[in-house]
C-alpha cells in the first residue's frame, strides 16, 4: 500500500527534477524510484490488510501483479529514448511522471475491495494513457490513435459504471466482499433483473480495455499510432491491470452468477483467439501485428477467467509475466529498427525492415527471435509454460473445445511470429550495426535471459506465486 | 416541507431506472452515430450523467450516502477526462483544422 503513495510522491517530485536534470539522469532516477516502489510492495508480503476505510485490499496475488506490473514499467522506463526530436523542446520529465502515475492507477486496479477505487484505479490509469498515446503532438497517426483510444475509453467507462450502478441499486453495496456475500447468500431468482444487466455490463466494460473481440476494433489502430515505446506500456501494463480486476471481480464476486455470464465469456474467448490469430496473420506491419497478438493474448487468459482454483491464480500470473517479458522485448528490438530504417524506407514498421538484421547486429536478432519463440509457446521459452499451465489448468476443469481451438490457434500463432525469425535470419537485406545505449542493452538481455530461465526452470517462479 | 430525499421517493424507482436507461442509450447511440468529435464527446457525458442521477436515486431510496459520494468521484473524475479529451480535440484541430472524426482514417491498411 505504502508502495501507491511513494509512487505518486515520486511522480510529482519527478515534475520538479525537470528543471534541473537532463533526461539521462531522470531516467535513472525513475528506475530508482520503481525499485523503491516494488521493495515498499514487497513489505507487505503475507500481512493481508485492508486500507484507506476497507477500500484497498493487499493480498499475495495482488501484490504478485503489482510486482509484474512495476516490473513492466521498469524495463519501459529502461528502454525509453528521447521523446521526440530533441530534449530540449519535449521535456522528458513529464513523461516519466506520468507514466509512474499510471502505475498507481494500475495498483489501484489489482487492489480493489471496492467499486470506487477500481473506477479511480481504472481512470488514473486511462487518463495518463490517453495523454502518452497523443504525446507525438504533430504526429498525425498519434492524434488519430488518442482520439480513438480516448473515445473508446471513455464510453467503456460510462458501460462500467452504468453496471456498477446497477449492481449497487441490487445488493445496496459498493463493497467488493459485501456484494460476493449478497449474491452467495441470496437466490438469484428473488435478485432484481437489473442486477444480470449490471454485472454483463461490467464485464463488458472490463472486456473492452482487454481488447477481447468483438470490443478490439480500437485496438489495432490505437497500438500502431501511439508512440512505440507507449504501445509497449499499453500492450503489457494496461493489459495486465485490467485482466486482473477483470478476474478478481468476475471469478471472485460474480461466481455465484456463473450461469450468467459463462457462456457469453466461453464464446468472446473463442472469438477473440480466432480474430485475433487470424487477423494477426495478414498484418504486414510488425507493430500491427503485435497488436493483434496482444488481442490473442487475452483469448488465452479469458480461458482461465471461470475458475475458482487456488492454482489458476498462479498460472494468470505466470502467464502475465511470461508475456510481459517477451512483448517488451519484441517492443524495444521494433523501437531500435523502425528508428534505424525511418530515414530509409518508407514504412519503417514492415517486416520487410527487419530483412537481413542477423548479419550486422546478431544480438538484436537473437532477443529478437527470442522473444518472438516465447510469444508463439515454444519450449524451452517462458511463453510455453505460460499456455501449457492455462490450458491444463483449462482443460482440468472439463472445458475441452475451448482448448481445442486455442490450440489449434496457437498452431497459427507459429506462423505469423516465425514470419519476424524468417525475416530476421533468412531474408537478405542491408542494416548496418545499430548503436545500442548501454542501459537499453542490459534490460533487452535481462528480459530475453528472463525468458529463457523460466522456460527451463518453471518452478523457480511457480512456486513464489 | 418535505426533504429532497422524500421528495425523490415520491416518484417510484422503476421510474429512474427507465429514465436513465433511456438518457444511457441516447447516449450509447450517440456516440455510434456522430462524426463530430465535441458531440461524440457530449454524448459520453450524457452517459455519465445517466449513471449519476441512477445513484443519486439509489442512494436516497435505500438512505446510503456513499451512492452519492460515488457520483462526486464520477463528477471530479469526468472533469479530469474533459480536460484532457478537450486537449486531444485541440491538438487535433491545430493539425488537420477540423474536428470531424471520419478525417481521421490513416491507420487503416
Same mark, same amino acid.
Given at each position: 500500500?505504502?508502495?501507491?503513495?511513494?509512487?505518486?510522491?515520486?511522480?510529482?517530485?519527478?515534475?520538479?527534477?525537470?528543471?534541473?536534470?537532463?533526461?539521462?539522469?531522470?531516467?535513472?532516477?525513475?528506475?530508482?524510484?520503481?525499485?523503491?516502489?516494488?521493495?515498499?510492495?514487497?513489505?507487505?508480503?503475507?500481512?493481508?490488510?485492508?486500507?484507506?476505510?476497507?477500500?484497498?485490499?493487499?493480498?499475495?496475488?495482488?501484490?504478485?501483479?503489482?510486482?509484474?506490473?512495476?516490473?513492466?514499467?521498469?524495463?519501459?522506463?529502461?528502454?525509453?529514448?528521447?521523446?521526440?526530436?530533441?530534449?530540449?523542446?519535449?521535456?522528458?520529465?513529464?513523461?516519466?511522471?506520468?507514466?509512474?502515475?499510471?502505475?498507481?492507477?494500475?495498483?489501484?486496479?489489482?487492489?480493489?475491495?471496492?467499486?470506487?477505487?477500481?473506477?479511480?484505479?481504472?481512470?488514473?490509469?486511462?487518463?495518463?494513457?490517453?495523454?502518452?498515446?497523443?504525446?507525438?503532438?504533430?504526429?498525425?497517426?498519434?492524434?488519430?490513435?488518442?482520439?480513438?483510444?480516448?473515445?473508446?475509453?471513455?464510453?467503456?467507462?460510462?458501460?462500467?459504471?452504468?453496471?456498477?450502478?446497477?449492481?449497487?441499486?441490487?445488493?445496496?453495496?459498493?463493497?467488493?466482499?459485501?456484494?460476493?456475500?449478497?449474491?452467495?447468500?441470496?437466490?438469484?431468482?428473488?435478485?432484481?433483473?437489473?442486477?444480470?444487466?449490471?454485472?454483463?455490463?461490467?464485464?463488458?466494460?472490463?472486456?473492452?480495455?482487454?481488447?477481447?473481440?468483438?470490443?478490439?476494433?480500437?485496438?489495432?489502430?490505437?497500438?500502431?499510432?501511439?508512440?512505440?515505446?507507449?504501445?509497449?506500456?499499453?500492450?503489457?501494463?494496461?493489459?495486465?491491470?485490467?485482466?486482473?480486476?477483470?478476474?478478481?471481480?468476475?471469478?471472485?464476486?460474480?461466481?455465484?452468477?456463473?450461469?450468467?455470464?459463462?457462456?457469453?465469456?466461453?464464446?468472446?474467448?473463442?472469438?477473440?483467439?480466432?480474430?485475433?490469430?487470424?487477423?494477426?496473420?495478414?498484418?504486414?506491419?510488425?507493430?500491427?501485428?503485435?497488436?493483434?497478438?496482444?488481442?490473442?493474448?487475452?483469448?488465452?487468459?479469458?480461458?482461465?477467467?471461470?475458475?475458482?482454483?487456488?492454482?489458476?491464480?498462479?498460472?494468470?500470473?505466470?502467464?502475465?509475466?511470461?508475456?510481459?517479458?517477451?512483448?517488451?522485448?519484441?517492443?524495444?528490438?521494433?523501437?531500435?529498427?523502425?528508428?534505424?530504417?525511418?530515414?530509409?524506407?518508407?514504412?519503417?514498421?514492415?517486416?520487410?525492415?527487419?530483412?537481413?538484421?542477423?548479419?550486422?547486429?546478431?544480438?538484436?536478432?537473437?532477443?529478437?527471435?527470442?522473444?518472438?519463440?516465447?510469444?508463439?509457446?515454444?519450449?524451452?521459452?517462458?511463453?510455453?509454460?505460460?499456455?501449457?499451465?492455462?490450458?491444463?489448468?483449462?482443460?482440468?476443469?472439463?472445458?475441452?473445445?475451448?482448448?481445442?481451438?486455442?490450440?489449434?490457434?496457437?498452431?497459427?500463432?507459429?506462423?505469423?511470429?516465425?514470419?519476424?525469425?524468417?525475416?530476421?535470419?533468412?531474408?537478405?537485406?542491408?542494416?548496418?550495426?545499430?548503436?545500442?545505449?548501454?542501459?537499453?542493452?542490459?534490460?533487452?538481455?535481462?528480459?530475453?535471459?528472463?525468458?529463457?530461465?523460466?522456460?527451463?526452470?518453471?518452478?523457480?517462479?511457480?512456486?513464489?506465486? | 416541507?418535505?426533504?429532497?430525499?422524500?421528495?425523490?421517493?415520491?416518484?417510484?424507482?422503476?421510474? !429512474?431506472?427507465?429514465? +436513465?436507461?433511456?438518457? $444511457?442509450?441516447?447516449? #450509447?447511440?450517440? @456516440?455510434?452515430?456522430?462524426?463530430? %468529435?465535441?458531440?461524440?464527446?457530449?454524448?459520453?457525458?450524457?452517459?455519465?450523467?445517466?449513471?449519476?442521477?441512477?445513484?443519486?436515486?439509489?442512494?436516497?431510496? !435505500?438512505?446510503?450516502? +456513499?451512492?452519492?459520494? $460515488?457520483?462526486?468521484? #464520477?463528477?471530479? @473524475?469526468?472533469?479530469?477526462?474533459? %480536460?484532457?479529451?478537450?486537449?486531444?480535440?485541440?491538438?487535433?484541430?491545430?493539425?488537420?483544422?477540423?474536428?470531424?472524426?471520419?478525417?481521421?482514417?490513416?491507420?487503416?491498411?
Amino acid at each position: 500500500m505504502t508502495a501507491i503513495i511513494a509512487l505518486s510522491l515520486f511522480g510529482i517530485s519527478n515534475l520538479f527534477l525537470g528543471f534541473w536534470f537532463p533526461r539521462k539522469t531522470i531516467q535513472l532516477i525513475t528506475l530508482l524510484f520503481l525499485v523503491v516502489s516494488m521493495a515498499l510492495t514487497v513489505s507487505d508480503w503475507n500481512h493481508e490488510l485492508l486500507w484507506f476505510g476497507n477500500m484497498f485490499r493487499t493480498t499475495n496475488t495482488s501484490i504478485n501483479f503489482s510486482l509484474i506490473i512495476q516490473l513492466a514499467a521498469f524495463f519501459v522506463v529502461a528502454f525509453s529514448k528521447a521523446f521526440g526530436q530533441d530534449d530540449e523542446h519535449t521535456h522528458p520529465a513529464e513523461y516519466y511522471a506520468i507514466m509512474l502515475f499510471s502505475v498507481v492507477g494500475a495498483i489501484l486496479m489489482v487492489s480493489f475491495d471496492h467499486m470506487i477505487v477500481l473506477f479511480v484505479g481504472l481512470e488514473i490509469l486511462s487518463v495518463a494513457m490517453y495523454v502518452l498515446t497523443g504525446s507525438d503532438k504533430r504526429n498525425l497517426r498519434s492524434n488519430e490513435a488518442a482520439i480513438k483510444y480516448f473515445l473508446m475509453g471513455s464510453f467503456t467507462t460510462g458501460i462500467l459504471l452504468f453496471g456498477i450502478t446497477l449492481v449497487y441499486g441490487a445488493t445496496r453495496s459498493f463493497y467488493i466482499s459485501n456484494i460476493g456475500t449478497i449474491l452467495t447468500s441470496t437466490a438469484p431468482e428473488s435478485m432484481p433483473s437489473f442486477l444480470f444487466i449490471g454485472v454483463l455490463l461490467i464485464i463488458v466494460g472490463l472486456l473492452f480495455k482487454v481488447s477481447a473481440a468483438p470490443f478490439h476494433f480500437w485496438t489495432p489502430d490505437v497500438y500502431e499510432g501511439a508512440p512505440t515505446i507507449f504501445t509497449m506500456f499499453m500492450s503489457t501494463i494496461v493489459k495486465t491491470a485490467s485482466f486482473a480486476a477483470l478476474f478478481h471481480l468476475v471469478s471472485g464476486i460474480f461466481g455465484s452468477l456463473y450461469t450468467i455470464w459463462v457462456l457469453p465469456v466461453y464464446f468472446i474467448s473463442m472469438l477473440t483467439l480466432v480474430v485475433g490469430n487470424i487477423s494477426a496473420v495478414y498484418q504486414q506491419s510488425v507493430k500491427r501485428m503485435l497488436a493483434f497478438s496482444s488481442i490473442s493474448h487475452a483469448g488465452y487468459l479469458l480461458l482461465t477467467v471461470s475458475s475458482k482454483q487456488i492454482s489458476t491464480t498462479s498460472s494468470i500470473l505466470y502467464y502475465s509475466l511470461s508475456y510481459t517479458l517477451a512483448t517488451v522485448v519484441a517492443f524495444a528490438v521494433l523501437i531500435l529498427v523502425s528508428e534505424y530504417q525511418s530515414a530509409r524506407v518508407e514504412k519503417p514498421e514492415n517486416f520487410s525492415s527487419f530483412e537481413g538484421l542477423a548479419k550486422n547486429n546478431p544480438g538484436l536478432a537473437l532477443c529478437f527471435s527470442i522473444s518472438m519463440l516465447s510469444l508463439a509457446g515454444i519450449p524451452l521459452t517462458a511463453g510455453f509454460w505460460g499456455k501449457f499451465f492455462i490450458f491444463s489448468d483449462t482443460f482440468s476443469r472439463n472445458i475441452i473445445y475451448p482448448v481445442i481451438l486455442a490450440i489449434l490457434m496457437s498452431a497459427v500463432g507459429i506462423y505469423y511470429y516465425f514470419k519476424g525469425i524468417i525475416a530476421v535470419y533468412l531474408k537478405a537485406g542491408e542494416i548496418e550495426k545499430i548503436e545500442v545505449p548501454a542501459l537499453f542493452k542490459i534490460a533487452l538481455w535481462t528480459c530475453t535471459l528472463g525468458t529463457i530461465i523460466l522456460g527451463i526452470y518453471p518452478s523457480l517462479v511457480k512456486s513464489v506465486f | 416541507m418535505q426533504s429532497i430525499p422524500e421528495i425523490i421517493r415520491t416518484i417510484p424507482l422503476t421510474n !429512474y431506472i427507465m429514465l +436513465s436507461s433511456a438518457l $444511457f442509450c441516447i447516449g #450509447i447511440l450517440g @456516440v455510434l452515430t456522430r462524426r463530430n %468529435a465535441i458531440i461524440v464527446f457530449m454524448a459520453i457525458e450524457l452517459m455519465l450523467n445517466a449513471v449519476n442521477l441512477l445513484l443519486a436515486a439509489f442512494s436516497s431510496y !435505500y438512505s446510503d450516502p +456513499s451512492g452519492q459520494i $460515488f457520483v462526486f468521484f #464520477i463528477m471530479a @473524475v469526468a472533469a479530469a477526462e474533459v %480536460a484532457v479529451g478537450l486537449a486531444i480535440i485541440v491538438m487535433i484541430y491545430r493539425n488537420i483544422q477540423s474536428i470531424d472524426i471520419g478525417v481521421l482514417n490513416k491507420l487503416k491498411n
